[in-house]
Nanobody, 116 residues
Framework: VQLQAYGGGLVQPGGSLRLSCAAS????????MAWYRQAPGKQRELVAH?????NRTYADSVKGRFTISRARNTAYLQMRRLKVEATAVYFC?????????????WGQGTLVTVSS
């Protein structure tokens, strides 16, 4: 099983960016998916989470500006009105069953830089 995250890049403050994360391989079912981020010198933090039932939760710092969505085994993070403090490596995460057992998987991370 692999999680492939992409879509990061350089964007100016106030701009938008859309991240994608695709889960592939021997997957029976995906339960929940989430996006985390880790800024330089800081701990990894949860940004957004979408449950198997479609319930979404967000970090207070991104509410109203970020939207997480999901289509089968792919998760998206639409980021709007980006701030400089959103600069970080963004990681996707999935709780899934790989035909043998449940497990938590991580993508490789994609760098988002918000700078003028």
């Amino acid at each position: 099983v692999q999680l492939q995250a992409y879509g990061g890049g350089l964007v100016q403050p106030g701009g938008s960016l859309r991240l994608s994360c695709a889960a592939s391989g021997s997957i029976f079912t995906v339960n929940s998916m989430a996006w985390y981020r880790q800024a330089p010198g800081k701990q990894r933090e949860l940004v957004a989470h979408v449950s198997s039932g479609g319930n979404r939760t967000y970090a207070d710092s991104v509410k109203g500006r970020f939207t997480i969505s999901r289509a089968r085994n792919t998760a998206y993070l639409q980021m709007r009105r980006l701030k400089v403090e959103a600069t970080a490596v963004y990681f996707c995460n999935a709780l899934l069953h790989n035909s043998t057992k449940w497990g938590t998987y991580w993508g490789q991370g994609t760098l988002v830089t918000v700078s003028s």
